[in-house]
């Protein structure tokens, strides 16, 4: 079994504009796709489980939001903690030749 890449990126709770501000980019230059993970993997803490479902060419998640741990009720188990996480991924439209991707981070 093929192991999937995980994101290795930037991880920041500060908005889309801002990041691009702070690096002398425009929002134009990303492809901007949501992020929402929901439970986690086992084994892993919810952060490192967002990681996962980041797309590995992102370059930095924005607008970083853990929404905390809901108890439920569900057949199987009297009561099941879920954790909840969303962000925004920026990916880069276009990479200049000899820039770094983000798996050589």
């Not at 796709?33 to 086992?42: E, L």
């Amino acid at each position: 079994m093929v192991e999937k890449k995980v994101f290795r990126g930037e991880m920041v709770n500060v908005s889309a504009s801002e990041y691009c501000e702070s690096r002398g980019t425009r929002l134009s230059d990303y492809e901007m796709r949501g992020v929402f993970m929901k439970g986690g993997y086992s084994g892993s803490t919810i952060f490192e489980s967002f990681r996962r479902d980041v797309p590995v060419e992102a370059e930095a998640v924005t607008n970083i939001r853990y929404l905390g741990t809901v108890t439920g009720e569900s057949f199987f188990y009297a009561a099941r903690r879920l954790e909840v996480m969303i962000g925004t991924a920026l990916i880069p439209k276009h990479r200049a030749q000899g820039d770094p991707t983000p798996e050589d981070r």
